[in-house]
Structures are given as structure tokens and as C-alpha cells.
């Protein structure tokens, strides 16, 4: 997952592999595009915000077959007979709903940026 | 049965047939038949989302697991929940942006090969005839203990409705019906949650004291344990659900029924916060059947606690409830069956016939009789296996669907998407070392063979000691394509250029 690779190089060396696609038109430089900064930037912002919110979940969400598993922890008394394995299980749901809705805002910004590559790099190029 | 059970399946039945006849007008190009011609909205592809997603097993399925089990029923909702995250975060908007039709053509975006696309529309077909017969069988048992009929007869009734939906009205039909069941099964579970919750004096500390001591489990039922005893077993079960929805080539293929990324994102969260919901909701629908239906009860319907919802139902509301509980139940695994007869139809259809077969030469009206021929076999074939499979663990078929799509096609789909030296082999390796590995493991675990008799398919010693293999498969697959791609010199920077640029910007012709 290397994000800002130079591809325009290695066009030259795999070229030789390359087949024709029938009813395909091959006007557009997409190694170009793809090497511009514009579009560079915008897959590393979107690589910096998805990489570690994915961790973060996806390691928040198996801590709790985890701690059920090996430990007692969440079955002490977290409010009256309500123990922490409730507690935790609900705050999944409440991560969920908060970091469907982060996503949301933070990718109507890239539909911007992703808008401007399709008008500059790609149309206007 | 009661008049009321009757006119509600009979006005479930007219509704969908009315939906299919105004959908068949619709439905005249091979676009419209797979994707409903991409013009669904986010709100309307969230609903149908929903509606394809939640199946029998859940809304019947896990009631009667947190009714018997308690906390470790409401695994299930965790993991299927947080599945959306990997969906939304990693190939929602990649996946629309990249394919046309099926899972296959979003592969091979990338890769020109028919071995890709062939391995690709295989595993769609697996998964679907899995999932598929876990309904049916879920099917044929419900509505033969709602109306004392034979199974093969219910099973007939569900498989002949799935028929004609996708025959005559293709995505169009089966997004409606979707949208119609989630709409009725969200009513169904808010009044069933709020009668529960009325009985506990609307007060959730109420609510957990009393269930307490409702049960014969005692404390032990609020707390985790009560059915998931080994570590391993439990950590890779939630890996097959949380990982399994992101392969699930049924859900996959909704996203094409959008125009644009920005809409498969606004469906996407339409369908989590509808899913969310629901599977809060679960809570109340099993702790209310634990304490007004009782343990005693529900297993004497079924073993598996698959009516705990409609026996609560009556307990609560009485025969009208329960009818009504009972059709939503019937629309529920309606709108599953028919998104999956689809998704089965269109890999045979689009993949192997348009695609493989004639080169993507076809024409529109050869392409439209090859998937209504492909919808009546899936029916079929499917409706087939099912008389035959009645006393198959439903569960079990649906978990191994789960696993199946999260070893096979969720490495391939991520690979495919992020991965620049990814290649042709690679993508082959990928979806055969977890599709082989998940059948080969389930195959020799503990759900097929047991020392006991009965207890399983076969009577021997398990060889592989966990019921779910996700946590070895799901590796397996990872390492498959890793392995195939670096073990072969191809690869073509500059269509993962293409590929990169196409699923980042959402550009085409």
C-alpha cells in the first residue's frame, strides 16, 4: 500500500505486459494523474484519517470477546445488576454511530478535492 | 391459525406481487434487471440495505439466542453491527467507483482475466447457495409451525414468491420489497420493544433486575459465558462477522444500485443507524421472551430459540401481535431470499455467460433471457437443496456464509482497491486459498463430526477443534494473494493507476 509512488517510471518496464482492452480508450493518462501532487495529497489525507480509525476499531471492537474470553473484568457491577460487558458493548454501538457520522464530514471535504483532480488533472489535462 | 394471520400473509403476498408488477414495467435492460438502472437514492438503498441485511436469523435468530443465553446472544449484534464500519471505511465508495454489476467486474477493474472473474462469480455462488439454504430451511420451519403445514410446502411458498419477484422485476422489485420489509420490521420490533419495555415501568435498571432473576441461570445470565466457552472459538466467530459483511456479495451488488459514491456513503449510514437500532431493540425482544415466555417455553417451539420473538409477541399482544410478528417475519425472509436469488442469478448471468462465455459481446435481450434463466435455475437448484437440508443447523449455514465471504473475497476486494503490486495470480491465490481453506476446515470441524451421534452431520473426531475457522481461513486468504502476487513477476503499475484514480475520484467516461 505505497501511496505516492512514482508510476510514470515503471510504466516503462511493465509496458511490455501491457494488453489491449477492446472498447476501451486509453486518451487519458492515468499514471500522470496519479502521480500529480493534487491527487497524491488527497490519498494521503484520506490514508492519515482511514488507517488509524480502522485500527482503532477494529481493536476497541475484539478487546471485548478478548476480555470475556480470558478475564472476569466486565462482569463487575458497573450500575445497579448492569455489569461492564453491557457498558462496553453499548459504547460499540455509540462508536459506531460517532465514527459512521466523523466519516461523513470529513469525506464531503475529499468530495471536493476529488472533484478539483476530475476538473484539472483529468478534463482540463 | 386465526382469519388475522391468514389476511396479513395473504396482504403481504398482494403487496409484493403489486410491487413486482409496477417494478416488471421497469425492468427492460439488463441495467435495470442487476442494479435497478443505479437510480436509487442513499435513504432508499439504506432501507433495502437494511432490508437485504437483517434476515430471519436475526430478527428471529438472535431474539431467541439472547433469550436462552443472555449476553452471549448480543455477540452477534456487536459483530454484525461494527461490520458496517469496514464496510463504510474500506469498499463502499471504492467498490461503487469501480464496478459496474457484480463483485467480479469490481475485481476485475483491475485484472482482464476470465480465471479472475470465474474464481470470483464461484465464490459469489457458493456464498449465495449457503445463505440461501440457511433461509429457506429458516423459512420452512417458521411457517410450518405458524400454520401446521408439511415443510416442503412452505418451503414451495417462500421459493415460488423469490421466483417471481426476480424473474419479472429484477433489482427494481427486490429493492422494494426490501425496502417494504425493513420499514415493517423496524414497526414490528419498536412496538414488541416498547410493550417490553412498559412491563419493566420504562426503566432499564428495572429491566435488568428483574431478568436477574427471571431465568434459571440466575446472575450468570447477564454476564458473558453462558454459551461461548472456548476463547478462540468466540474471537473467531466475531472475526467472520465483523470481516464477513464486507465480502457478502448480496450486500456488495446494493452499492450499484446507486448513482455515486456520495450516495452508496449516505446509504451506508442510513442502513447503520436502522441496523443499530434494530439491534439494540434485540435486547429487549430477548430479555422480554427470557422473562414473560420463559426458557421452558421457547424451547419447547424450537430447540433454538427461533420463535422466542413471536411467542413473546402473543404473550404480549396477544393473537393480533403474534400475526403481525409472524408476517413481518414471512416479509423478512422474503426480501432476503429474493437479494440473494439476484446476486446468484447475475454472477451466472453477467460473469459467466455475458462476460466468460460470450466475451462481452451480448446483446441487451440475450443478456436479459440469460439472467431470467439464471434466476429460475438459482430457484431451483436452491429450493432443492433446501427439501433436502431441513435439519441443518440454521446458525451454522449462516456464520459459514459469513466466513466463506470473509476469507474469499474481502482480501481480494482490499488487495484490489489499495494494494499497488497486486497482480493477476495474486488475486487467483487470494480467493482460493480462503475459499478452500473456509470449506476445507468447516468441513472437519466439530459442527460436521462428533464423537456423539446426533450431535453433528457425521459421527468421528473432529479435526479441526473450532466450530468457526475465520481466525485461520481469513489469514489464509490474506497470505494466498500475498503470496501469488510476490511469488509471479507480473504486475501493471499503470492500471493500478487507472484503478487508484478511478476509486478516489469516482471519474468515468
Known amino acids: 500500500m505505497k501511496a505516492g509512488s512514482v508510476y510514470t517510471e515503471e510504466r516503462t518496464t511493465s509496458k511490455a505486459k501491457q494488453r489491449k482492452t477492446p472498447g476501451r480508450k486509453a486518451e487519458i493518462d492515468f499514471a500522470r494523474v496519479a502521480d500529480s501532487s493534487r491527487f497524491r495529497t488527497l490519498l494521503e489525507k484520506k490514508k492519515k484519517f482511514i488507517l488509524p480509525l480502522t485500527i482503532f476499531f477494529l481493536v476497541f471492537y475484539f478487546t471485548l470477546p478478548i476480555l470475556t474470553s480470558y478475564t472476569n473484568v466486565l462482569e463487575r457491577p458497573a450500575i445497579g445488576d448492569i455489569s461492564w460487558a453491557w457498558i462496553y458493548a453499548s459504547a460499540q454501538f455509540i462508536m459506531t454511530w460517532v465514527l459512521c457520522t466523523v466519516y461523513v464530514r470529513k469525506f464531503q471535504k475529499f468530495d471536493k478535492d476529488a472533484d478539483e483532480i476530475v476538473e484539472t488533472e483529468i478534463k482540463g489535462g | 391459525?386465526?382469519?388475522?394471520?391468514?389476511?396479513?400473509?395473504?396482504?403481504?403476498?398482494?403487496?409484493?406481487?403489486?410491487?413486482?408488477?409496477?417494478?416488471?414495467?421497469?425492468?427492460?435492460?439488463?441495467?435495470?434487471?442487476?442494479?435497478?438502472?443505479?437510480?436509487?437514492?442513499?435513504?432508499?438503498?439504506?432501507?433495502?440495505?437494511?432490508?437485504?441485511?437483517?434476515s430471519a436469523a436475526s430478527f428471529l435468530g438472535i431474539a431467541g439466542m439472547i433469550a436462552l443465553f443472555g449476553f452471549d446472544g448480543f455477540f452477534y449484534s456487536i459483530g454484525f453491527l461494527i461490520a458496517y464500519l469496514v464496510v463504510m471505511f474500506l469498499v463502499a465508495e471504492?467498490?461503487?467507483?469501480?464496478?459496474?454489476?457484480?463483485?467480479?467486474?469490481?475485481?476485475?477493474?483491475?485484472f482482464d482475466a476470465k480465471k479472475v472473474r470465474a474464481a470470483a462469480a464461484f465464490s459469489t455462488i457458493t456464498i449465495v447457495i449457503f445463505y440461501m439454504i440457511a433461509q429457506l430451511v429458516g423459512a420452512g420451519a417458521l411457517i410450518q409451525l405458524l400454520f401446521g403445514i408439511p415443510y416442503w410446502i412452505a418451503v414451495l411458498i417462500v421459493g415460488v414468491m423469490m421466483t417471481i419477484y426476480v424473474l419479472f422485476g429484477g433489482m427494481t422489485a427486490t429493492s422494494w420489497v426490501q425496502i417494504v420489509k425493513a420499514v415493517l420490521l423496524m414497526l414490528g420490533t419498536v412496538v414488541i420493544a416498547v410493550l417490553v419495555f412498559a412491563?419493566?415501568?420504562?426503566?432499564?435498571?428495572?429491566?435488568?433486575?428483574?431478568?436477574?432473576?427471571?431465568?434459571?441461570?440466575?446472575?450468570?445470565?447477564?454476564?458473558?459465558?453462558?454459551?461461548?466457552?472456548?476463547?478462540?472459538?468466540?474471537?473467531?466467530?466475531?472475526?467472520a462477522l465483523v470481516l464477513g459483511t464486507a465480502g457478502l456479495?448480496?450486500?456488495?451488488?446494493?452499492?450499484?444500485?446507486?448513482?455515486?459514491?456520495?450516495?452508496?456513503?449516505?446509504?451506508?449510514?442510513?442502513a447503520t443507524w436502522i441496523v443499530g437500532i434494530f439491534y439494540i431493540l434485540t435486547i429487549f425482544l430477548g430479555f422480554g421472551a427470557a422473562?414473560?415466555?420463559?426458557?421452558?417455553?421457547?424451547?419447547?417451539?424450537?430447540?433454538?430459540?427461533?420463535m422466542a420473538a413471536p411467542l413473546l409477541a402473543e404473550a404480549l399482544g396477544g393473537d393480533l401481535l403474534m400475526s403481525f410478528v409472524s408476517a413481518v417475519a414471512f416479509a423478512t425472509i422474503l426480501a432476503v431470499v429474493a437479494g440473494l436469488v439476484l446476486t446468484g442469478a447475475s454472477a451466472f448471468a453477467h460473469d459467466i455467460y455475458g462476460q466468460i462465455i460470450k466475451k462481452g459481446q451480448a446483446t441487451?435481450?440475450?443478456?436479459?433471457?440469460?439472467?431470467?434463466?439464471?434466476?429460475?435455475?438459482?430457484?431451483?437448484?436452491?429450493?432443492?437443496?433446501?427439501?433436502?437440508?431441513?435439519?441443518?443447523?440454521?446458525?451454522?449455514?449462516?456464520?459459514?456464509?459469513?466466513?466463506?465471504?470473509?476469507?474469499?473475497?474481502?482480501?481480494?476486494?482490499?488487495?484490489?482497491?489499495?494494494?499497488?503490486?497486486?497482480?493477476?495470480?495474486?488475486?487467483?491465490?487470494?480467493?482460493?486459498?480462503?475459499?478452500?481453506?473456509?470449506?476445507?476446515?468447516?468441513?472437519?470441524?466439530?459442527?460436521?463430526?462428533?464423537?456423539?451421534?446426533?450431535?453433528?452431520?457425521?459421527?468421528?473426531?473432529?479435526?479441526?477443534?473450532?466450530?468457526?475457522?475465520?481466525?485461520?481461513?481469513?489469514?489464509?486468504?490474506?497470505?494466498?494473494?500475498?503470496?501469488?502476487?510476490?511469488?509471479?513477476?507480473?504486475?501493471?503499475?499503470?492500471?493500478?493507476?487507472?484503478?487508484?484514480?478511478?476509486?478516489?475520484?469516482?471519474?468515468?467516461?
Request: aromatic fraction near 10%; glycine fraction near 8%.
Open chain 2, 1 to 54: 391459525m386465526s382469519t388475522t394471520v391468514i389476511v396479513l400473509f395473504l396482504s403481504i403476498v398482494l403487496l409484493t406481487l403489486f410491487i413486482t408488477w409496477w417494478a416488471a414495467k421497469r425492468t427492460t435492460t439488463a441495467g435495470e434487471f442487476y442494479t435497478a438502472g443505479g437510480g436509487l437514492t442513499g435513504w432508499q438503498n439504506g432501507l433495502a440495505i437494511a432490508g437485504d441485511y437483517l
Open chain 2, 199 to 239: 412491563r419493566f415501568d420504562f426503566s432499564i435498571m428495572t429491566m435488568f433486575s428483574e431478568v436477574k432473576t427471571a431465568t434459571a441461570h440466575g446472575e450468570a445470565f447477564l454476564q458473558p459465558g453462558l454459551k461461548y466457552t472456548v476463547p478462540l472459538d468466540t474471537i473467531s466467530l466475531m472475526l
Open chain 2, 364 to 509: 441487451q435481450q440475450q443478456e436479459m433471457k440469460a439472467a431470467r434463466q439464471a434466476s429460475l435455475w438459482v430457484s431451483v437448484f436452491s429450493i432443492l437443496l433446501a427439501l433436502g437440508a431441513q435439519s441443518l443447523n440454521v446458525a451454522f449455514l449462516v456464520s459459514l456464509a459469513f466466513c466463506v465471504a470473509a476469507s474469499a473475497n474481502l482480501p481480494v476486494i482490499l488487495y484490489t482497491i489499495y494494494w499497488k503490486r497486486f497482480n493477476t495470480t495474486g488475486a487467483l491465490t487470494a480467493m482460493l486459498f480462503g475459499l478452500i481453506s473456509a470449506l476445507v476446515l468447516v468441513a472437519v470441524s466439530p459442527n460436521v463430526l462428533s464423537p456423539e451421534a446426533g450431535a453433528a452431520m457425521f459421527v468421528g473426531e473432529p479435526l479441526f477443534p473450532l466450530t468457526n475457522p475465520a481466525i485461520v481461513s481469513v489469514p489464509l486468504g490474506f497470505l494466498g494473494g500475498w503470496l501469488g502476487t510476490i511469488l509471479s513477476k507480473e504486475s501493471d503499475a499503470r492500471r493500478f493507476a487507472e484503478v487508484s484514480v478511478r476509486a478516489n475520484t469516482g471519474y468515468r467516461e
Open chain 2, 291 to 306: 422473562a414473560f415466555v420463559g426458557h421452558e417455553a421457547i424451547v419447547a417451539a424450537n430447540p433454538a430459540g427461533n
Open chain 2, 94 to 110: 471504492p467498490l461503487r467507483n469501480l464496478g459496474k454489476y457484480t463483485l467480479a467486474d469490481m475485481i476485475n477493474s483491475r
Open chain 2, 249 to 270: 456479495p448480496h450486500i456488495l451488488m446494493r452499492f450499484f444500485t446507486v448513482k455515486d459514491a456520495k450516495t452508496a456513503r449516505s446509504s451506508v449510514v442510513t
